[in-house]
């Protein structure tokens, strides 16, 4: 898959790899730039065009760990990969296990994508778990590894039309959120919506593990969604949680 970020009248080709290509122009897409995505399609190279937002989205989650699909009712609140605080969709969760596919390691879901998309309604939402790299030797210690039978890359994922949620930070052996903690006894402050930033999230990881010492280490998470709006030719409206 080809990430294709337009910025200032620089076309940059991304391999999911990390190869980079940078074609600079003088003004917008030129001719020349649409000759260069004609060849690429010609060649049946899957392309994805992203602004400039998506495209530093799917950068700062590039190298993220897949751990899993599961499901949240449409109505939570902070789609969390807390179950307390949002609440799983159990009845397709359960259909997806009665087709033979269980839990992994690390109590998600290990099915393909599109099996996932094919349950998701009005009120039914498709997440797909990933943790940062940076945390690799940690999910080693809780789950082994590997985690997954069938991986994804972000970058898959969202060139699916998954969308970036968000990022958490949570208890890597239960998934004790910091938003959990905070709904029912406030002390960090979190507030009410995922973490924009990596950086943001990470400074609560050492404050949930002094005052949760039982539940340490926390990690960050990176949230995907999947929602009726991320069927193909339906409108992907921005996150307004």
């Not at 400039?52 to 950068?59: L, R």
């Not at 590039?62 to 949240?72: A, K, N, P, S, T």
Request: with cysteine; hydrophobic share 45%.
């Amino acid at each position: 898959m080809l990430a294709i970020p337009i910025k200032d009248s620089i076309l940059t080709i991304t391999h999911t790899k990390g190869i980079r290509i940078k074609i600079v122009f003088a003004i917008g897409i030129s001719a020349k730039q649409l000759n260069i995505l004609l060849l690429l399609n010609h060649l049946s190279l899957p392309l994805v065009v992203h602004s400039d937002m998506e495209a530093e989205i799917a950068m700062s989650i590039r190298d993220y760990i897949f751990l899993g699909f599961d499901f949240r009712v449409g109505a939570c609140p902070i789609k969390t990969v807390d179950v307390f605080l949002c609440e799983q969709a159990e009845a397709e969760r359960e259909q997806i296990i009665q087709l033979g596919y269980k839990e992994n390691i690390a109590q998600q879901l290990d099915c393909a994508a599109d099996l996932i998309e094919s349950y998701v309604s009005s009120a039914v939402t498709g997440m797909a778990i990933t943790c940062s790299p940076n945390t690799t030797e940690i999910v080693k210690r809780v789950y082994g590894w590997p985690v997954v039978e069938r991986p994804y890359s972000t970058g898959e994922l969202l060139a699916r039309g998954w969308k970036f949620e968000g990022f958490d930070v949570a208890d890597a052996d239960g998934f004790f959120s910091v938003f959990g903690i905070d709904a029912n006894d406030p002390k960090l402050n979190v507030g009410r919506r995922l973490f924009e930033s990596e950086a943001e999230a990470q400074k609560f990881v050492v404050p949930a593990a002094t005052l949760y010492p039982t539940h340490a280490p926390f990690i960050v998470f990176g949230i995907l969604l999947f929602d009726e709006a991320c069927r193909p030719g339906e409108p992907h409206p921005p996150n307004s949680d």
